[in-house]
């Protein structure tokens, strides 16, 4: 029987001083100079480096040289190897796998985090859940969207401006129920690649018509897909109501950019509107693959129109149709609730100078607002449908 000599070999280095770091050594310099900076803890990467698998090591090395520094300082050894494990197993159990390449695999299904949220368990407790739901489906693509139709109601998780902050973690948000946009992007984006399924965090830090900030998740099917978390479209992905917005970024200035996040170092930060001084979530710049679906726009006035339940109240669903008395043109919609983003809101294209009847229907009669359509950009409505 043939016996290996390498435990021996071991002993004896050992005994003739050498470190156990010394003798399992294999990692590259770049990672060696990594570990220099993550002080008390460097023991623990140091540990999941030395007990990695040799066919995960590529993947640890991969998570520990693109950490952050908040992260080099505190990730514990049992923490990595087991979930460097299970990321190898998520992809491997699903249909696709052999679609992934490597580097969009340790990109955007082997991290832990999509940008500075909680660290957690966020993957292991929806795991099953998030197998269940795409256990059909034969395309990372085709899985995605059974998540984002399916998932957030069976964790009962929806969007709410009264969410404890911006930046939840996945779990965070299960274990409230309310979330932001952002919230809502990073729980989806756990779900995903807790099934092999490639996807990452974007985002703009400000629309051009300075409406405010808005995230979403892509979703890599042999090439970059967007779509709203929690906010599926029966037509598929690269849809959604904010798509018109983006197409009008400015790249020429940072902050009507879109970023897509990235674990592996960029140099270029994801801006974190919650908390600008972070740095150190890196970013990939995507807006042109936004702004070329731009089309040409005509003369007319976007009117957004916003349906409340009373004055300073709550927003509402509510049929709403516009007639234009002088075209005699006609354009039907559904305002949004309290449970779409704040920047969705229901929008009409209308000629300028033009005069309008608005006509809501809710519950009772309907009720007729007369509107004129100014020479601009964009006109906002708010119409209370109720009184104090």
Known sequence: MKTSILPVLAVFTLLAGASAEQIFKWWPASTETVLKAAGDNRKELVSALAKVPDEQREAMS?????????????????????????AHRDLASAPWVKQIPRDIFLNDILPYASLNERRDD???????????????????????????????????????????????????SIESGLASCSGLSILLVEACRSVGIPARVVGTPMWTNMHGNHTWVEIWDNGWHFTGAAEPDAQGLDRGWFKGDAS????????????ASSFKKTGLAFPLVWDLSIQWVPAVNVTA????????????TSVRIRILDRPDGKRIAAKVTVTDTDSGEKY????SDEAADLNNILTFRLHPGHHCLIETTYG???IIDKLFVEKTKEQIITIPLGGD
């Open 62 to 86: 991969f998570l520990i040289e693109n950490m952050p520094p908040v992260d080099l300082a505190s990730m514990k050894a049992d923490f990595l190897l087991a979930h460097v494990a299970q």
């Open 122 to 172: 966020t993957r292991t407790r929806i795991r099953e859940v998030a197998r269940e739901i795409i256990k059909d489906c034969t395309t990372p693509g085709e899985a995605a969207q059974a998540l984002n139709r399916t998932l957030f109601k069976k964790l009962n998780v929806r969007y709410s401006t009264k969410r404890k902050k911006a930046d939840q973690s996945g779990a965070e």
């Open 248 to 259: 009008k970024a400015d790249d020429t200035k940072p902050e009507h950019r879109i970023y």
């Open 289 to 300: 693959r936004y702004t070329a679906a731009a089309k040409p726009e005509d003369e007319k």
């Open 332 to 335: 039907t919609g559904t305002s």
């Open 364 to 366: 009772g009669a309907p």
